[in-house]
Every structure is written in C-alpha cells, then in structure tokens.
C-alpha cells in the first residue's frame, strides 16, 4: 500500500512556474509513477510519466518542452517543474503509482492515488 501526498500548487501569473510534490508513504522505487490534471468537467488528462528508476519519460503534447518529471527514490519523492505557465493549464492536479517496469501513460492502470493539488494560472 502506498499514501500519495501533493503539494506545490497554488495561483501564479502566465509564463511563471511551479513545482509540484508527491511524497509516498513507503518505498518507491519499484514504482512507475505519473501525473495527470482535471479541469471543471473535463476528463483526466495525462501529463508526464517516468519509470521506476528515472531513467525513461514521457509527455503529454500540450505540456512537451515545458514540464520535466522526476523522481528521488532516496526520499520517495516525485517532482513536476512546470515552466511557461498558461492559463490553460488550469487545473487540479494528481499523482499516480503502480508497482511496474513500465512507463504508464493510462490513468486506469495506476493503482495509487493522491487527493491532488489545485493549481491556477491567471492570464
């Protein structure tokens, strides 16, 4: 069992930056780990995805060259820098974990969850 915890959002102007948080509960490093974002009646959209030991990730297109994920096993922690802020970027935002050798791109197959982190971009 893993406790996903965010942290890091919060309100800033477009083209600033954030860096979003999820700290684990317990060890990580066997874990493919992700996040995803929710807009008011939108769905879960995927962000960025990173493998279990970091060495591979990917993107979704609206946020490539802009986000970087990454991962401290040693603290079992996941990082989101978001760079270039846009005011559609909106949105709260979620971290995921599966036990897996595997980038995960589907919210489905994540099997742990954080409550989210509400970030908001004003233009």
């Known amino acids: 069992q893993v406790h996903l915890v965010e942290s890091g959002g919060g309100l800033v102007q477009a083209g600033g930056s954030l860096r979003l948080t999820c700290t684990a509960s317990?060890?990580?490093?066997?874990?493919?780990m992700g996040w995803f974002r929710q807009a008011p009646g939108k769905e879960r959209d995927f962000v960025a995805a990173?493998?279990?030991?970091?060495?591979?990730?990917n993107y979704g297109d609206s946020v490539k060259d802009r986000f970087t994920i990454s991962r401290d096993n040693a603290q079992n922690t996941l990082y989101l820098q978001m760079n270039s802020l846009k005011p559609e970027d909106t949105a709260v935002y979620y971290c995921?974990?599966?036990?897996?050798?595997?980038?995960?791109?589907?919210?489905?197959?994540?099997?742990?969850w954080g409550q989210g982190t509400q970030v908001s971009v004003s233009s």
């Open positions: 990173i493998s279990k030991t970091g060495g591979r990730t």
């Open positions: 317990g060890r990580t490093e066997n874990f493919a």
């Open positions: 995921a974990a599966r036990q897996s050798i595997r980038v995960i791109i589907t919210p489905r197959e994540y099997d742990y």
